[in-house]
T-cell receptor, first 110, second 115 residues
Framework: GENVEQHPSTLSVQEGDSAVIKCTYS??????FPWYKQELGKGPQLIID?????GEKKDQRIAVTLNKTAKHFSLHITETQPEDSAVYFC?????????FGAGTRLFVKA | DTAVSQTPKYLVTQMGNDKSIKCEQN?????MYWYKQDSKKFLKIMFS???????INETVPNRFSPKSPDKAHLNLHINSLELGDSAVYFC??????????????FGDGTRLSIL
């Protein structure tokens, strides 16, 4: 069945460094790739998304890249801050279903 | 204004009891979902409804029964609660039918603990 693999499961960086989270999807019909941030005690919140007709998208300190041929997509956070600490989920959607990755717990050390 | 609100936020109950979780969205979205998040943070889709019609029904025990009285509400009733039902349950909504092509808006979750 459809699957989204996400790596790493845990990521610890120093404040100011960059963080990269990578995902791979299996369903070639997927055409929508959102990223969600989940803070403690809250639900996941959309932070950025990309569609299959675009290879890269940037919004201030965050950027996403998509390689449809390889079925890879990545989240890049630059100049990390302590408030970036959270669990991040990638997802792949198309048609009726969105499949989520297992999540990456990001720690940003001050 | 809370876009997706679910109640209660915490639910502690005994094994074997029946309980309900309610969800309402004021975004005017057509599709609503229930997800289960386990202790390892894995998000698993349970159900989705589009305009009161069941769209997705994953492999979930039939002790779980969703009900959508209108497109702004999706409730989850759980019968005969078991220890393994302990988790955080999230309600979400999206504009499109099925939610594969649009962002989903999540509530803050209901933490269910079975004693």
């Amino acid at each position: 069945g459809e699957n989204v693999e996400q790596h790493p499961s845990t990521l610890s960086v120093q404040e100011g460094d960059s963080a990269v989270i990578k995902c791979t999807y299996s369903d070639s019909a997927s055409n929508y790739f959102p990223w969600y941030k989940q803070e403690l005690g809250k639900g996941p919140q959309l932070i950025i998304d990309i569609r299959s007709n675009v290879g890269e998208k940037k919004d201030q300190r965050i950027a996403v890249t998509l390689n449809k041929t390889a079925k890879h997509f990545s989240l890049h956070i630059t100049e990390t801050q302590p408030e970036d600490s959270a669990v991040y989920f990638c997802a792949a959607g198309g048609g009726f279903k969105t499949i989520f990755g297992a999540g990456t717990r990001l720690f940003v050390k001050a | 204004d809370t876009a997706v609100s679910q109640t209660p936020k915490y639910l502690v109950t005994q094994m074997g009891n029946d309980k309900s979780i309610k969800c309402e969205q004021n975004l005017g979205h057509d599709t609503m979902y229930w997800y289960k998040q386990d202790s390892k943070k894995f998000l698993k889709i349970m159900f989705s409804y589009n305009n009161k019609e069941l769209i997705i029904n994953e492999t979930v025990p039939n002790r779980f029964s969703p009900k959508s009285p209108d497109k702004a509400h999706l409730n989850l009733h759980i019968n005969s609660l078991e220890l393994g039902d302990s988790a955080v349950y999230f309600c979400a909504s999206s504009q499109d039918k099925g939610g594969g092509n649009q962002p989903q808006h999540f509530g803050d979750g209901t933490r269910l603990s079975i004693l």
